[in-house]
């Protein structure tokens, strides 16, 4: 390695500034998708997150309305752009209404699952045409998946999500509304929930911990300790005994407090999604989830060639089975009416060959008599 002198230099060490310098006046793509049952505190959450209103709360009419009863997952994407200090974040939050909140919830997952495939897809889609100055990028860069605080053990519909997210995206399990739980409780929660992670090998998102600034090193190991982090979600300012006012929620006992690290964990979360590892989210996706998509795509499909779409949407699914039982109780309806006209043309039959067996026997008895009645004249009559 060659140095240069000592003094003013040559400039090189300018080249932090000159990158500051682009990517404050570029900005950043910044992509995060909720996941969990409805009732978790997701909305609440994101706002609380960002410090401003990103989607506005369901009301409970809204959220029990007949129209929302509808057994189907949806993705619903919120757009936000956040700027702090002249650097701008066009921020993207995918929320997932109606996931797990059914009795029968079979391939609820698929919508989830393949809207993240589909953002992998059209960016390299678009990666691939000659113009390319202008990439629309909805790629997900890390997936906050809500589990709800039994202080049990994860569900199996938490199980098999959390292994097909984990291997597309930055997976990141939290465990919501963590003030409905004892600190001893929870503490036994997050146990069992790294246990089964580990036994059912499901991938979740983990960063070097050793950095060259050793508070930088126990800060990283502070945060990964509080994996699954524990949150508490509200965007109310309440009054602490101590007279502070702070985001919590009020009880009879006290303030559970968002942002007091004693009573969870949302302040270490938020330091991971946006102070410290935003950008280790943003490259990982780009580096490792991306590429190993596009490595599976590129071993199986020429380039240019559309990808083969599978009709695995559970809405889909449903919708075809209403379709092929209105189709079957039709047929079955037809089939009954066209039997009744059967049985209806046969009785017609047998009437009408019972008529006309009886008309031939009166003709028969009339042939006979008649007969009888030449027999019975003498020749000279017949002259």
């Not at 390695?1 to 682009?22: D, E, K, W, Y």
Request: hydrophobic share 35%; charged share 30%; aromatic share 8%.
């Amino acid at each position: 390695m060659v140095s240069t002198q000592a003094g003013a230099g040559i400039g090189i060490a300018n080249l932090p500034n000159q990158r500051h310098a682009i990517a404050s006046k570029k900005g950043s793509n910044y992509t995060i998708m909720l996941c969990g049952e409805s009732g978790l505190g997701k909305t609440t959450f994101i706002n609380t997150l960002f410090t401003t209103t990103i989607k506005a709360p369901k009301t409970y009419k809204r959220r029990f309305n007949n129209s929302t009863t509808e057994k189907t997952v949806e993705i619903e994407i919120i757009r936000a752009e956040l700027e702090e200090k002249q650097f701008g974040v066009k921020l993207s939050v995918i929320d997932t209404p109606g996931f797990g909140d059914y009795t029968n919830n079979r391939d609820s997952w698929m919508p989830i699952v393949d809207f993240i495939d589909d953002q992998h897809e059209s960016y390299m889609r678009q990666d691939q045409q000659p113009q390319r100055q202008e990439l629309s990028d909805m790629r997900v860069h890390c997936c906050l998946y809500f589990i709800r605080p039994t202080g049990h053990t994860l569900k199996p519909l938490d199980i098999e999500v959390m292994k097909r997210l984990g291997t597309r995206v930055n997976l990141i399990p939290v465990i919501a509304k963590a003030d409905t739980l004892t600190p001893t409780d929870l503490h036994k929660f997050k146990k069992r929930i790294l246990e089964v992670l580990a036994a059912q090998n499901i991938m979740y998102y983990t960063f070097p911990l050793e950095s060259d600034d050793e508070a930088s090193t126990r800060r990283n190991m502070n945060i990964m300790a509080a994996m699954p982090f524990s949150v508490i979600g509200s965007t109310d300012d309440v009054l602490t005994a101590d007279g502070r006012t702070v985001k919590g929620r009020q009880y009879s006992w006290g303030v559970a407090e968002v942002e007091n690290e004693d009573h969870c964990d949302f302040k270490k979360l938020r330091q991971l999604l946006i102070r410290t590892h935003m950008l280790d989210l943003i490259h990982s996706t780009e580096e490792f989830h991306y590429e190993n998509y596009r490595r599976a795509q590129m071993e199986t499909r020429k380039i240019g060639e559309a990808k083969v779409k599978t009709v695995t949407n559970p809405k889909w699914k449903e919708e075809e089975e209403a379709l092929r039982k209105r189709f079957t109780e039709q047929v079955r309806l037809e089939e009954n009416r066209f039997r009744s006209w059967e049985q209806q043309l046969i009785a017609e039959r047998d009437r009408l060959n019972k008529d006309l067996e009886a008309e031939h026997s009166h003709i028969k008895a009339l042939e006979a008599e008649l007969e009888s009645m030449q027999v019975g004249v003498s020749p000279k009559q017949r002259k």
